[in-house]
């Protein structure tokens, strides 16, 4: 009977994310990329490049940004221009959101990527740390969020929250950023209540991403993890497709989907599965 349960819950799944996805629905689509100028936002830049859109991207590092449009226009996007900001300063979210819309005479996807430097390893007591990246990875999300909405609301347009699986689940080493990433579950869940309720136009999406295999996400795990990581490229393409196709919540790899299912199942053999997968290292 179990088996029999699986089956069908798998057979289920898979009706339910099959590729909907049509590239065209893209092409020609205002687009403002947070944290663009590397790892899985420069992806999806590139993504949205080749599919013809028409792009701002956002980042600290403005050399870099300028590389990346560069790219994205040689790639075929039908504009390319960049904001530079840092998210860390509590009025830079609403001016990057604005610029952006007048830069591209309105807006359709809002896709909110970037975080703030988060070391790996034990909590170290640095509470005005969690403070800041608070701002980073999850006010300045609300803020942009904010502003974007009656914009988003004239234009059916979609707000994407790129989030982790450890937005749904903790693991060692990551206390900060894991609580920025279950403030989102928390703020745009809440959200997308309120917005169906309210008959709203706008549609927001939450991706649960696994272990990426960004250079800085790399960095971080060395010595602590030997998870294996999936591509930057496809996790990027998955957030795009799941953004087009307006899904509530989306899960890259698929079978993340099943460790949320079944995390509260059993809870010991859980923590005990997570613990064995980290070490502390020796130095
Ligand atoms: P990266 O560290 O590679 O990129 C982060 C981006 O954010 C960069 O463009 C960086 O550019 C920008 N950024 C950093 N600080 C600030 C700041 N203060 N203000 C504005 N922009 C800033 O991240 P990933 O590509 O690895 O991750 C992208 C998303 O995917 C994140 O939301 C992350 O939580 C999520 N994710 C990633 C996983 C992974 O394993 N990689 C796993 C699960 C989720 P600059 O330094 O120039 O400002």
């Excluded at 590729?19 to 100028?37: H, N």
């Excluded at 904010?146 to 004239?154: G, K, M, S, V, Y």
């Excluded at 206390?175 to 920025?180: E, M």
Aim: one cysteine or more.
């Amino acid at each position: 009977l179990k088996l029999a349960v699986l089956a069908v819950a798998v057979a289920v799944t898979a009706y339910v994310w099959r590729d909907t996805f049509d590239p065209e629905s893209v092409r020609g689509a205002r687009v403002l990329v947070t944290g663009a100028s590397m790892g899985i936002g420069e992806q999806m830049a590139y993504h949205y490049a080749r599919l013809g859109a028409e792009l701002i991207i956002t980042a600290r590092s403005e050399n870099t940004l300028k590389d990346v449009v560069q790219r994205c226009v040689e790639l075929g996007a039908q504009k390319a221009l960049y904001v530079a900001a840092d998210m860390s300063i509590p009025t830079e979210p609403e001016r990057v959101l604005k610029e952006s819309v007048e830069l591209l005479g309105g807006l359709d996807y809002l896709i909110l990527n970037h975080i703030g430097n988060s070391p790996y390893g034990l909590w170290d007591g640095d509470t005005e740390y969690v403070r800041r990246l608070m701002q980073i990875n999850f006010v300045s999300y609300v803020q942009m969020a904010a502003t974007a909405l009656p914009i988003l609301e004239r234009s059916s347009g979609a707000i994407v929250v790129v989030s982790s699986l450890l937005g749904k689940m903790t693991t060692p080493f990551a206390a900060p950023y894991a609580s920025t990433k279950f403030a989102l579950g928390g703020f745009f869940g809440t959200l997308q209540h309120e917005l169906a309720m309210q008959g709203s136009n706008v549609s927001v999406t939450i991706t649960v991403l696994g272990l990426i295999d960004t250079a800085s996400a790399m960095d971080k795990i060395r010595g602590y993890t030997d998870v294996t990581p999936y591509p930057a490229s496809e996790a990027a393409l998955h957030i795009i497709k799941a953004g087009a196709t307006r899904q509530t919540e989306s899960y890259f790899p698929w079978f993340h989907w099943f460790t949320c299912f079944f995390r509260d199942w059993f809870p010991y053999f859980r923590d005990m599965c997570i613990r064995r997968s980290f070490t502390i290292p020796s130095n």
